[in-house]
Structures are given as structure tokens and as C-alpha cells.
């Protein structure tokens, strides 16, 4: 019941930085936690960072640092702010929210390219 979709991604230099953008629409009070997960080929989707419904953050040890999750005003968007960028941050990034009553559902956007190049 939730809808996702990211926007931000794209090519950008080691060093330089991006702004991920995750609009949510649908069910969003429903909305428990969210996040931004990391994949490239052949590889699993990795936790990035996450930000709870009171604000509580997390970050991946290979993030921490250099991005940071964060919220607008009315809570419709969530951001990923990447900072000092490296080659290895490149791959699709994905939106993800946990809604809902137990049990809960994880809803996805449709990913976000980043290129990083060197």
C-alpha cells in the first residue's frame, strides 16, 4: 500500500558527492522504518542506512561517515546524502520501507543507479 520511487542517482567523480531522493506515497503513516539498501551485480542487497518513525538512524560501517539518512518536514520524502563517494558506493540503491501492523510488509522503489568513477 506503499509507493516508492527514488530519484538522484547518476555519474559523479570519487570524492564528489549525490543526493538521493525517496518519495513516498500511498499508506504512508502506515510507515514503521525506512531505508536505503545497496546492490550491484551478483551480489546481495546490503543495509545502507535507516531511519525510523522517531528519527532513530543507523549506518553500514563501510557509510558511517560520509553518508547520512535523513527526512523532509511532512516525512513524504527520505534522502541519502553521499559524501566523499568511492568507487566501490557504485551499483543500484534502493528505497525500502517496513508498514504496517504485524506482520509487516517491506515495500521497494525501483532503484537508483550511482555511478562512481576514478
Known amino acids: 500500500q506503499v509507493q516508492l520511487v527514488e530519484s538522484g542517482g547518476g555519474l559523479v567523480q570519487a570524492g564528489g558527492s549525490l543526493r538521493l531522493s525517496c518519495a513516498a506515497s500511498g499508506s504512508i503513516f502506515s510507515i514503521n522504518a525506512m531505508g536505503w539498501y545497496h546492490q550491484v551485480p551478483g551480489k546481495q542487497r546490503e543495509l545502507v542506512a535507516t531511519i525510523t518513525s522517531g528519527g532513530t538512524t543507523n549506518y553500514a560501517d563501510s557509510v558511517k561517515g560520509r553518508f547520512s539518512i535523513s527526512r523532509d518536514n511532512a516525512k513524504n520524502t527520505m534522502y541519502l546524502q553521499m559524501n566523499n563517494l568511492k568507487p566501490e558506493d557504485t551499483g543500484a540503491y534502493y528505497c525500502?520501507?517496513?508498514?504496517?501492523?504485524?506482520?509487516?510488509?517491506?515495500?521497494w522503489g525501483q532503484g537508483t543507479q550511482v555511478t562512481v568513477s576514478s
Open positions: 525500502n520501507c517496513n508498514a504496517g501492523r504485524w506482520p509487516t510488509r517491506n515495500y
